[in-house]
């Protein structure tokens, strides 16, 4: 519905019957779009819209789809901070995902340490046990 026109239009809407099975997780702003892709957390709603269009009119306008300059350049920013806000989840989800891995990483790598630990320990309790054993050994040597 154009904002500065002098013909009327017709609108006939009942009340629009919605009915929303969960509340939604953001909430809905002017420039903002639902991203959950459940059918449940979607409201269902009926509109019936009769409109009267009157003759066509070329003017600056209708180079743009009869849109304001400032509106296509709005238009153009909200689909652009659209595009950049996607990048920056997916960013987000792979900064996640490293984090995951760097920590199971380090988490594989103190298990192995521990392991190499315990074994170590084990090796040193043998060697010593076998450093009592040769202590012994040369008892013939003063003949």
Do not use: C, N, W, Y
Not at 4 to 10: G, L
Not at 14 to 41: D, E, N, W
Not at 79 to 95: G, I, Q, S
């Amino acid at each position: 519905m154009p904002f500065f026109s002098s013909h009327k239009d017709t609108t006939v809407s009942p009340p629009p019957a919605t009915t929303t099975t969960a509340s939604p997780t953001r909430s809905r702003t002017l420039f903002s779009r639902r991203r959950s892709s459940s059918p449940s957390l979607h409201s269902h709603s009926t509109h019936t819209t009769t409109t009267t269009t009157s003759p066509k009119r070329h003017s600056l306008l209708s180079k743009s789809g009869g849109e304001d300059a400032s509106i296509v350049h709005a238009r153009d920013r909200v689909l652009t901070a659209e595009a950049a806000e996607r990048e920056a989840d997916r960013a987000l989800f792979a900064a996640r995902a490293a984090v995951k891995e760097a920590r199971d990483h380090v988490k594989r790598l103190e298990r192995e340490a521990a392991e190499e630990a315990r074994l170590a320990k084990i090796k040193q309790t043998q060697a010593k046990a076998i450093g009592k054993r040769g202590k012994a050994l040369g008892r013939h040597d003063h003949m």
